[in-house]
């Protein structure tokens, strides 16, 4: 089973807690010999998701959405980034040097097929820029892949 991970980075610290541990439950749902985490792995979801399938014993698969990405993400979070697309069996690449909303875009499309199912850490707003959570269910909606919205109860960004 290959499944992919899309969601809100920056959330609040009661947030990322909750969010952590829906996705520790999420990933029992899945047999860990097959399990193939698809991640960008950027700092949130992305990373914590591709963590939890390598606990349990699944391989992950990153997509990279830009030749500048990395550079574009938080400094704190380039240790973590480095070791996972270390552990990846495979990386994909958009063909994209700059990191911007079309590359995340077209990231995330690259990841969604290259998924059975895509779990989306999503509060159920539109996105707040082009390539955003919400644009990125709304593709996997349109190309017919599953979603699973992970959202804790009552939860705001």
């Known amino acids: 089973m290959r499944v992919g991970i899309t969601g809100h980075r920056g959330l609040p610290g009661p947030i990322e ?3 952590k541990a829906l996705l520790a439950e999420k990933v029992k749902e899945y047999g860990a ?28 698969e990153v997509v990279v ?3 500048e990405y990395r550079e574009n993400l938080p400094e704190w979070h380039y240790q973590q980034y480095d070791e996972l697309i270390r552990r990846a069996s495979d990386v994909h690449h958009t063909g994209i040097a700059e990191s911007t909303s079309h590359a995340h875009q077209a990231g995330s499309e690259i990841l969604v097929g290259l998924s059975d199912e895509v779990v989306a850490v999503w509060d159920g707003l539109p996105a707040r820029g082009h390539g955003g959570t919400a644009d990125v269910v709304a593709y996997a909606h349109r190309v017919g892949v599953p979603i699973a919205v992970l959202w804790p109860e009552g939860a705001t960004r």
Do not use: F, M, N, T
Request: charged residues 20%; glycine residues 12%.
């Open 65 to 67: 959405p830009a030749r």
């Open 17 to 19: 807690a909750q969010v």
């Open 33 to 60: 010999q097959d399990l193939v985490g698809v991640s960008c792995i950027a700092d949130g979801p992305d990373a914590w998701w591709a963590q939890l399938v390598l606990e349990v014993g699944g391989r992950i």
